[in-house]
């Protein structure tokens, strides 16, 4: 592995101010385990408070406008993510892209607008059961990066990607240890034909369906550097054992 495992805690729409706690029980968690780094992608309104209360964790986005400002009344920039203490976001969630309508393209201009404005980025791909079924997994993931893929020259060092099956998300649904080896293999692949040697560099997180008692075997397999969790990540108990998982999984 190529950096610390990075675990990545996706709220979604949930938590209000109440949920403040249990990010500051995060945060202590984390900082007992340095092999780790850990993140947490509340709503906007929490991140702020989330951001001021903590060195231990990385805050951030689940999403961003390309443009800096303007008339789009409801969205938010990757510049004020950033200016509001951010560290990263997240964008391309299959959820934005099935919801939203976002295409790749939109996803690629987030993604460069979220480097320009100083975050990391957390580029989400990810098959539909349908697509895996007849055995087009790898080549929709594979366009997917083609068409979402920040292109920025100094992207590789600060993008991670994360392969999240749709069929896996909230289902407790998970592929084999072999299905994600070689899905993580093929993104390897692909990404060094978009960086170059550069490439290599692109960390690649699992997403969909983690939680304590399955973290440890996706975070062992090859090339699995990290995951991004949704429902297990809204409790500090749930969450931290998979940070803990994360600390054990290190090579
Ligand atoms: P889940 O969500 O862990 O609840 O499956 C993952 C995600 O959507 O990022």
């Known amino acids: 592995m190529p950096h610390r495992p990075f675990i990545v805690g996706n709220w979604k729409m949930n938590g209000t101010r109440a949920q403040l706690a249990e990010a500051r029980a ?29 060195q231990a964790i990385v805050v951030g986005g689940q999403d961003c406008h390309a443009e800096e400002r303007g008339a789009f009344t409801g969205d938010v920039s990757a510049v ?16 934005r892209r099935a919801m939203h309508g976002e295409s790749d393209a939109a996803v690629k201009a987030k993604a460069e607008a979220a480097l320009a404005a ?20 790898e080549a929709v993931v594979s366009a997917q990066l083609d068409g979402s893929m920040p292109r920025d020259e ?25 299905d994600v080896a070689a899905m993580h293999a093929a ?21 969909g369906s983690v939680n304590a008692g399955n973290a440890a075997e996706l975070l062992a397999v090859t090339d699995v550097g990290g995951a991004l969790v949704g429902g297990a990540s809204l409790t500090a108990d749930s969450f931290l054992s998979i940070v803990s998982a994360a600390g054990t999984s290190e090579e």
Not at 36 to 50: E, N, S
Not at 118 to 134: M, Y
Request: hydrophobic share 45%; proline share 4%.
């Open 80 to 95: 004020m993510l950033k200016d509001a203490g951010a560290g990263f976001t997240i964008v391309g969630h299959s959820e």
């Open 118 to 137: 100083g975050l990391e980025v957390i580029v989400c791909v990810g098959e539909t059961e349908a697509q895996r079924d007849s055995g087009q997994a």
């Open 187 to 207: 993104i390897r692949g692909r990404l060094g034909v978009i960086y170059g040697e550069d490439g290599a560099a692109v960390r690649i997180l699992y997403g």
């Open 154 to 178: 100094s992207a590789a060092g600060r993008v991670t990607v994360a392969y999240e099956p749709v069929w896996a998300i909230g289902t407790g649904r998970v592929p084999s240890a072999a």
């Open 26 to 54: 995060i945060e202590r968690g984390a900082a007992r385990h340095a092999g780790v780094r850990v993140g947490v992608a509340p709503p906007f309104t929490l991140i702020a408070a989330m951001a001021e209360d903590g």
